[in-house]
């Protein structure tokens, strides 16, 4: 089982990245799929998430209006279309699937480190000035 996240790299303040995340010997099928970070120094935060059956989403105050996540249920993959990038986006960034019940949902205490496993290494996103 894993998941392997892609698509960082470096940005210009302003400019956009899109993230992947796919998962090998995971099916990502009727659970919820979240995007966390970690900055030098800080704790991993929820960035967004996304409820695969219903596609619902949701996104912290940090990045709402900015951020995209989205799924492609045929190839079990979720993306984090990120706009408008600025240097406190700079982190490593991380999906992972909820484990713990509700399994499905986004709704609840959706950003707890604890509910998710299967974490990846982490794609790094640096955003200059």
């Known amino acids: 089982v894993q998941v392997v996240e892609s698509g960082g790299g470096l940005a210009q303040a302003g400019e956009s990245r899109k993230l992947s995340c796919i998962g090998s010997?995971?099916?990502?099928?009727?659970?919820?799929m979240a995007w966390f970070r970690q900055a030098p120094g800080k704790e991993r935060e929820g960035v967004a998430c996304?409820?695969?059956?219903?596609?619902?989403?949701l996104y912290s105050d940090t990045v709402k209006g900015r951020f995209t996540i989205s799924r492609d249920t045929a190839n079990n993959t979720v993306y984090l279309q990120m706009n408008n990038l600025q240097p406190e986006d700079t982190a490593t960034y991380y999906c992972a699937p909820r484990i713990h019940f509700p399994q499905g949902s986004c709704t609840t205490a959706w950003g707890m480190l604890a509910l998710y496993s299967y974490w990846g290494q982490g794609t790094q996103v640096t955003v200059s000035s």
């Open positions: 996304i409820a695969w059956a219903e596609a619902t989403t």
């Open positions: 010997g995971l099916s990502f099928d009727g659970v919820a």
